[in-house]
């Protein structure tokens, strides 16, 4: 069965980092948009950045200039680098895969497979 299971989450001071994966199985990742969502509580999930099937990566605005998406294709694992971190970065993390090219990077519908998520909480 296909599987998403995400780590690396934890509590940090604000300006600190974290680095979270997103562990695939059932699936080849790199034949998967794979992405990155967020949500904190009362809010909705908004996304984080996206790497597709050619490396091509997408990132919300929000992010920019301080986290980064990968892949190692060997491990089949999708990174998520986070530096920078303020407390409204505080939300749990969770990995998506798809393969609906009709709906844009970052829009919930264009994957089809979750993780359950990986706490990140950002002190000040």
């Known amino acids: 069965q296909v599987q998403l299971v995400e780590s690396g989450g934890g509590s940090v001071q604000a300006g600190g980092s974290l680095r979270l994966s997103c562990a695939a199985s059932?699936?080849?990742?790199?034949?998967?948009?794979m992405a990155w969502f967020r949500q904190a509580p009362g809010k909705e999930r908004e996304g984080v950045a996206e790497?597709?099937?050619?490396?091509?990566?997408t990132y919300a605005d929000f992010v920019k200039g301080r986290f980064t998406i990968s892949q190692d294709n060997a491990k089949n694992i999708v990174y998520l680098q986070m530096n920078s971190l303020k407390p409204e970065d505080t939300a749990v993390y969770s990995c998506?895969?798809?393969?609906?090219?009709?709906?844009?990077?970052?829009?919930?519908?264009?994957?089809?497979?979750w993780g359950q998520g990986t706490q990140v909480t950002v002190s000040s």
């Open positions: 059932g699936i080849t990742s790199s034949r998967y948009y």
């Open positions: 790497i597709d099937t050619t490396g091509r990566t």
């Open positions: 998506a895969a798809g393969l609906y090219q009709l709906w844009s990077p970052l829009q919930a519908r264009r994957y089809n497979y």
